[in-house]
C-alpha cells in the first residue's frame, strides 16, 4: 500500500459472477484495499452491510441483477460509492439508476482502480465539504448570538476558525486531482 | 475592512436589490481579460447588451435557463449560451465549472457572476448552495479570477452569513450608492 493512494484501506466490494473476473478485479485492488467478493446478487445482498466505501456491480447476473442490488444499497440510504462495470452497454435506462459511475468491459487493471480511486476522491471530498459547512454554521450560529468582544475572547471560537482553514487546506489540495465530472458528483450528493 | 475593490483571486457575496447588484456586477464582469460567465441571470439578453455597455471586451458565455430559445439571437463570435435547468444546481455547477477550465470552447473566464442565490436556496438547500459556492470560489481563486454571487437583503441573516463563510467578502449596493465593502456577515476576522 502507498500513503498516496487515495482512501487506502477503504472497503471494496467486487459483485461479478464470473470468479475468474471477480478474482482478478480482487486482485488489482487487495494491495491497498480490504477488498470483498460476491459471486452473485444474492450473496451481495448478504455481503452487504452498508460499511462499504465503494461497490463495483457486475449488472447481468442471474435470479438477482446488479441493478436490483443498486436499489438495494440506495434503498438503505448509505453514503457509498456504487459503479456498474458491466459488459452491457448503458442505455437511456440508465436514466434513473442510482450509480455513481460506468466502467464497460473489458475493463483494464488501470481502468479499474482509477475508477475506485476516483470515487473515493470524491467521497473524501464530499465528507469534507460536509464537514465545512457544519463548522460554518456553527460559526453563523455564534456569530448570531454573541458580540464581536465574546467572540474574539472565545478559545472555543478560534479553535473552530483553525478548524476550517485547516479543512479549506485539505479541501483545496484534493479539489486539485479532481475532474468536473467529479464535482458534479460532489453537487448531487449534498 | 475598507476596500474599494477586488483583487484577482477574490469572492464576494453581493448583497443588495436586484438592479444595483446587476450594475455592480455587470461592471466588475466587463473587466475581465480572458472571458466572463453571467450564471443564471434573469434577462439573458439584457445581460448581454449591458456587459457591452459595461466596456466588456472579452468574451461572454451566459449560463441561463430556457436559454436556447434566445441562443440564436444571442450568440455571436464572442457570446456562448449555455443552457441548463436552473432546478439542477449540479447541471449548473457543472457548466459553470466548464467555463472555467482550460479545455471550453472559451477561455477560461476569470470573471464569474452568479446573479441570484435566492432561486437556488428556495429550490435546494443552504447546504448544496454552500456547496456549489465553495467549488466554484475555489475555481475562481485557482485561475486568478473574481467570483461575484448575488443574494437578496431578505435572505435571513444566518443563511447569509453561513454562505458567506467561504468568501472573501461581503459587497452591499445600494441604489445610487456607493458599495460598502466588508469581511461576510459578522467574521471576526481578529479573533484569536
Known sequence: MTDETPGAGARVLIVEDERALAQLYASWLDDDYEVETALDGEAALEAYDGSEDVVLLDRRMPETSGDRVLEHIRDAGDDCRVAMVSAVTPDFDIYDMGFDDYLVKPVSREEFRDLVERMLRVSDYDEGLRRHFALSSKLALLRSHRSEAELRESEEYAALRAELDELDRELTEQVAEMAVEDIGAVLRDA | ?192
Open chain 2, 1 to 192: 475592512m475598507q476596500r474599494e475593490e477586488l483583487e484577482p483571486g477574490a469572492a464576494a457575496l453581493v448583497v443588495g436589490p436586484v438592479e444595483a447588484r446587476r450594475s455592480f456586477c455587470l461592471d466588475r464582469l466587463s473587466t475581465a481579460d480572458r472571458s466572463a460567465v453571467a450564471v443564471l441571470p434573469p434577462d439573458p439578453a439584457g445581460v448581454v447588451e449591458g456587459y457591452r455597455r459595461a466596456g466588456g471586451e472579452a468574451p461572454l458565455t451566459v449560463v441561463a435557463r430556457d436559454a436556447t430559445t434566445d441562443a440564436g439571437r444571442l450568440e455571436s463570435d464572442d457570446v456562448r449560451v449555455v443552457d441548463v435547468d436552473a432546478a439542477s444546481l449540479p447541471a449548473v455547477g457543472e457548466a459553470t465549472l466548464a467555463t472555467l477550465g482550460a479545455d471550453g470552447p472559451a477561455p477560461p473566464a476569470d470573471r464569474l457572476w452568479l446573479a441570484d442565490l435566492s432561486g437556488p436556496l428556495e429550490r435546494t438547500s443552504v447546504q448544496q448552495v454552500y456547496r456549489l459556492l465553495y467549488i466554484l470560489s475555489e475555481h475562481v481563486e485557482r485561475v486568478d479570477g473574481v467570483g461575484l454571487y448575488g443574494l437578496g437583503p431578505s435572505v435571513d441573516g444566518k443563511t447569509t452569513g453561513i454562505l458567506g463563510q467561504p468568501l472573501d467578502y461581503q459587497v452591499t449596493v445600494r441604489p445610487g450608492g456607493a458599495p460598502t465593502f466588508g469581511s461576510p456577515a459578522g467574521r471576526i476576522d481578529g479573533a484569536p
